[in-house]
């Protein structure tokens, strides 16, 4: 039986292009590459999500964590950025040359994706599509079934391990066709298109570039907490991480590293705070001070708040006013 990889991104055109393939006779394993920037929190559920995927869609997906090498690439991508911090032709280029080099391994004779020929304003041009080929070493040996007859045949195609005739023509922007053939495949419920890479969100990818313009390397640890509640750098380096409503303030809780501050207020509720590269106590007392400026207000006004912070067994307490808001403004991520 022939194998195929697929580049599965969870979305419907990538749910297509694998049943499409699939009602060939051909076995398709799909590869959904995970990062800190899309899909991570996948790896902690893999198991359930596998299961959801064979269920709702007749899909076999396995998850690829390309963190490390993707958290590099992003720091300098060769084609460039797109509108925000994302590296669209590169991170193509990284994913389907990881999906290339699984190839072997899974004796797979060919590999698809889900791409669609003008869907999205750069990285899926005739051109574009060219170029991510050819830096990911794929050419001639990726069969992008929604849109092959747009394109010319592949490999696979002459060498006749997929029948060209059935694979289609999609094109453009308009969602129809694709919303039709998964009706056709009686597919009901499935991802909206876009979303879910933080990269294309405008605040999230300035915060992230910011980040990387100070710090190398960047760590998946650093991403996880960049992804969560309000964040400020501190004039002498550290960099402060604040929840703004309590489920925040529990997802930074699992971001602390041994190395990080956890600050809380001592005599009143407020944020939890998560402090990374503070050296300088000057850090500390602003940290002190905007903590105390998002905790609850009493009644009292603006008197000093007992801040702690703790590290392990570590611990100290600082005594702040809250910041006043101008002070703090250009600190801002
Ligand atoms: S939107 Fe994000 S995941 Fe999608 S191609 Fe661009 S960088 Fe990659």
């Known amino acids: 039986m022939t194998i ?43 198991t359930s999500y596998r299961e959801k995927m064979r269920q709702q869609y007749g899909i076999e997906v396995m998850l690829c964590d390309v963190s490390e090498p993707y958290l590099t690439m992003l720091r300098q991508p060769p084609h460039g950025y797109g509108k925000n911090f994302n ?7 990284l ?25 999205r304003p750069m990285s899926q041009r005739l051109d574009t599509l060219r170029i991510i080929e050819r830096d990911s070493g794929c050419e001639g040996l990726l069969v992008r079934p929604l849109c092959a007859k747009g394109l010319s045949p ?13 694979l289609l023509g999609f094109r453009g922007r308009g969602r129809q066709p694709q919303m039709e053939l998964a009706a056709r495949f ?103 001070g905007l903590v105390a400026r998002y905790g609850k207000k009493g009644e009292e006004g603006p008197t000093a708040r007992r801040v702690l912070f703790a590290r392990g067994e570590e611990t100290r307490e600082l005594s702040a006013l809250p910041l006043a808001e101008p002070t703090y403004e250009s600190w801002r991520r």
């Open 186 to 288: 009686g597919i009901t419920d499935y991802p909206s298109p876009a979303g879910g890479c933080v990269l294309t969100d405008p605040l999230l990818a300035q915060r992230i570039a910011s980040f990387y313009a100070e710090h190398d390397p960047v760590t998946v640890a650093d991403i996880r907490l960049l992804l969560v509640g309000r964040h400020f750098r501190l004039p002498h380096g550290g960099w402060l991480a604040m929840g703004r409503r309590e489920a925040e303030n529990e997802r930074l809780l699992g971001c602390v590293l041994p190395t990080d501050w956890e600050i809380v207020l001592v005599d009143r509720p407020g944020p939890t705070g998560v402090l990374r590269f503070a050296e300088q106590p000057e850090d500390f007392a602003l940290a002190a």
């Open 87 to 93: 590296p669209c032709i590169d991170c193509k280029i």
């Open 4 to 46: 195929a990889l697929a580049l599965f991104s969870g979305g419907l055109d990538s749910i297509l292009a694998c049943r499409v393939v699939a009602s060939q006779g051909i076995r398709v394993i799909a590869v959904q590459c995970v990062s800190p920037f899309f899909g991570y929190e996948l790896l902690a559920q893999e």
């Open 95 to 119: 994913l389907m040359r990881t999906a290339r080099e699984m190839m072997a391994a899974y004796g797979a004779e060919l590999l698809i994706s889900g791409e669609v020929l003008g869907q």
């Open 154 to 166: 592949t490999k696979a195609e002459l060498e006749g391990l997929i029948d060209r005739e059935q």
